[in-house]
């Protein structure tokens, strides 16, 4: 099965591509590229133009925007001394905010890497972008891990994941932290975040609806069971319980009715959907009848799904489709 957040593609070259422009930004990419880059997470625009994603370029990541249509010249922004590991629009100003990973921090006999926040913005014309903040945080529990929602009334407001570690346990011979994912509201004018959310003991993930409301929380009780529990008041109750070789929790589908989730069919993956009323499955959004789980990239932004799907294995190009929520509510 696919991991939560892994969205690295394999070696062979991707295209990215919507009706009509498939050669065009094929060539595009290949100009910028070279034979054979492996892309890592990805992102569409708001408007549809423009991808985002992180590539690595003569070994060295790069955070590289480039138009679709291939009418404009590709910008991109190396990433100094480590490697990026996510990339998130803001903004209709193409504001793009990443992670990079600056260096392996000690927590007993478990190492983490705490990163640096970035924000960037690439310019479609290729100039060099600035650096609008900086932020580090040497304490592990306050480390942001991932750009997950942004707020709706003040652009200078991101949400954020944080991976706290609460206790130790044993763990076969060895002692292994428990660990959860706390929800932060960080703000981009000082670098300070304040936690919303302490999470639950196995809480892997946040689910927003793109404005800064949260849909629903994703715990993961090892490698048996995903509990997804949706907010009822201050509190939040249990929506529904799958195994975990069942599904994986994609975000919110363009309704903002329900949860996309990826299903395995036969050793290949469809894209369902899930009510947040009853936690039952409605129409699917998608079934894949050829790709195999490795030639599936599943992009899980808020309030948007992605899908990268390889078209086969001789031939470099790849499909993205998105289903986002243009107008979510407020």
Known sequence: ???????????????????????????????????????????????????????????????????????????????????????????????????????????GQEYFNAPSFYHVVLSPTGEKPPIFLKTEDAYLASSVTAIIDLNSSDPNIIYASSLRITANRAFGTRWAPYYRRALLRVNLRNGRAETVHQGELNTAKWVMDGVGHIIARIDVDGRQKIDIFVPEGKDFRKLVT???????????????????????????????????????????????????????????????????????????????????VQNPPT
């Open 1 to 107: 099965m696919l991991g939560a957040y892994s969205r690295v593609a394999s070696a062979a070259l991707f295209c990215v591509c919507v009706a009509g422009s498939a050669d065009s930004a094929e060539q595009n990419l290949a100009k910028l590229f070279g034979a054979r880059p492996g892309f890592g997470a990805s992102s569409l625009s708001p408007d549809g133009k423009y991808v985002a994603l992180i590539a690595p370029i003569d070994g060295v990541d790069n955070v590289v925007m480039a138009p679709l249509d291939a009418t404009g010249k590709p910008s991109r922004f190396t990433v100094p001394d480590s490697s990026a590991v996510d990339v998130y629009w803001h903004d209709s100003r193409q504001l793009l905010a990443k992670i990079r990973t600056v260096e392996g921090r000690g927590f």
């Open 242 to 324: 799958f195994n975990t070789n069942d599904v994986q929790v994609m975000g919110l589908t363009e309704d903002a009715a329900s949860l996309a989730v990826a299903v395995t069919h036969d050793n290949r993956i469809g894209l369902d959907r899930i009510a947040l009323t009853d936690g039952k499955f409605g129409e699917p959004l998608f079934r894949n009848p050829s790709a195999d789980l490795d030639s599936v990239m599943l992009d899980d932004r808020p309030g948007r799904v992605v899908r990268i799907r390889s078209v086969s294995d001789d031939h470099s190009r790849a499909l993205v489709v998105s289903s986002g």
